[in-house]
C-alpha cells in the first residue's frame, strides 16, 4: 500500500513545478555560483533538481537514495582524478534531499554533516526559499571542501556546472 501513495505523489508532480521553483535565470546564477565555488577546493559538485521519481521507480519502491545513486552513476560524478564528485539531488514530488559523496570526500567528511546540510535545506524549502535553500547547501558544501578538500593550486574542472532542473 505504501508504493501506491508514494507512486501517487509522484505521479501528481510534473516537471513544471521544478522549472516554477527554480526558474532558468536563478539556476544560471547558481551554476556561476557552483563554479566560483569550485575554484577554492577541490570538490565537483553537480546539482539534480527532478520533479518526481517515474511511476514505475515510484511504484516498485524506489527510493530518493536510490536515485540519487542512480543519477550519480549516470552523471559520471564518480569519475574525477581525484574521487572528489559531489552530488545534491533533490526529489520535489516526496521532500526529499539526498548528498551523495564520492569516496575521496566521503572519507574525510562526517555523514552527520551531509545530513545537517540536508535538514537545513528542507528548512528552507518548507518556508518556500527554495533558491535560498540551494545556495545554502551549497555555500554550506563549500565550507566543508575548503576543510576537507583543499585545492593545492589551479585545477581542472572535471565536471560540467550545469544543474538538471526535471
Not at 34 to 58: K, M, P, T
Not at 102 to 118: F, K, L, N, T
Not at 125 to 131: I, K, L, S
Amino acid at each position: 500500500m505504501r508504493h501506491w501513495k508514494k507512486a501517487w505523489h509522484n505521479l501528481r508532480s510534473t516537471g513544471w513545478q521544478a522549472r516554477r521553483l527554480f526558474p532558468q535565470a536563478r539556476v544560471q546564477q547558481l551554476e556561476q555560483q557552483i563554479a566560483l565555488s569550485e575554484r577554492e577546493h577541490a570538490g565537483q559538485l553537480r546539482f539534480v533538481l527532478e520533479s518526481a521519481l517515474d511511476w514505475r521507480q515510484a511504484l516498485h519502491g524506489m527510493t530518493a537514495r536510490e536515485r540519487a545513486l542512480q543519477w550519480f552513476g549516470q552523471l559520471r560524478i564518480w569519475d574525477t582524478e581525484h574521487n572528489s564528485g559531489v552530488l545534491v539531488y533533490v526529489l520535489l514530488a516526496e521532500r526529499r534531499i539526498e548528498i551523495i559523496a564520492d569516496r575521496g570526500i566521503d572519507r574525510r567528511v562526517p555523514a552527520q554533516a551531509w545530513q545537517d546540510i540536508c535538514t537545513a535545506m528542507q528548512q528552507s524549502f518548507a518556508a518556500g526559499d527554495y533558491m535560498d535553500g540551494l545556495q545554502q547547501g551549497l555555500w554550506r558544501i563549500h565550507a566543508l571542501l575548503i576543510v576537507h578538500a583543499p585545492a593545492h593550486g589551479p585545477h581542472d574542472n572535471e565536471l560540467p556546472d550545469t544543474v538538471i532542473v526535471r
